[in-house]
Nanobody, 123 residues
Framework: QVQLVESGGGSVHLGGSLRLSCAASGSISSIYAMGWYRQAPGRQRDMAAAITTGGTTDYATHYAPAVKGRFTIWRDNDKNILYLQMNDLKPEDTAVYYC?????????????WGQGTQVTVSS
């Protein structure tokens, strides 16, 4: 089973930028979908951005309305790393960000999660 390790979180001021990385222990090229989810205290874990694999090398991306235009997700299949570039950060972006891998194999479907990385944005 693949393992996911996030890094790149930290504390920034309003308008700052961060780049999150999710390093996988194995190949990510065939994983159906990968994404970044975030969870603030007292709130549910919500999808911030996701990227799905198709039958080609073209990947479909999806963004939550609150982050669209500010966040960019992409995956490096050669290095087995998923990235999230976060620009123009706002206090409401403060949360623990989790890397997710959605496996859809012939005989099973399951999710793998990273340990999370804290992002704090001060006003």
């Amino acid at each position: 089973q693949v393992q996911l390790v996030e890094s790149g979180g930290g504390s920034v001021h309003l308008g700052g930028s961060l780049r999150l990385s999710c390093a996988a222990s194995g190949s990510i090229s065939s994983i159906y979908a990968m994404g970044w989810y975030r969870q603030a205290p007292g709130r549910q874990r919500d999808m911030a951005a996701a990227i799905t694999t198709g039958g080609t090398t073209d990947y479909a991306t999806h963004y939550a309305p609150a982050v669209k235009g500010r966040f960019t997700i992409w995956r490096d299949n050669d290095k087995n790393i998923l990235y999230l570039q976060m620009n123009d950060l706002k206090p409401e972006d403060t949360a623990v960000y989790y890397c997710n891998a959605d496996f859809r194999e012939e005989l099973s479907r399951y999710d793998v999660w990273g340990q999370g990385t804290q992002v704090t944005v001060s006003s």
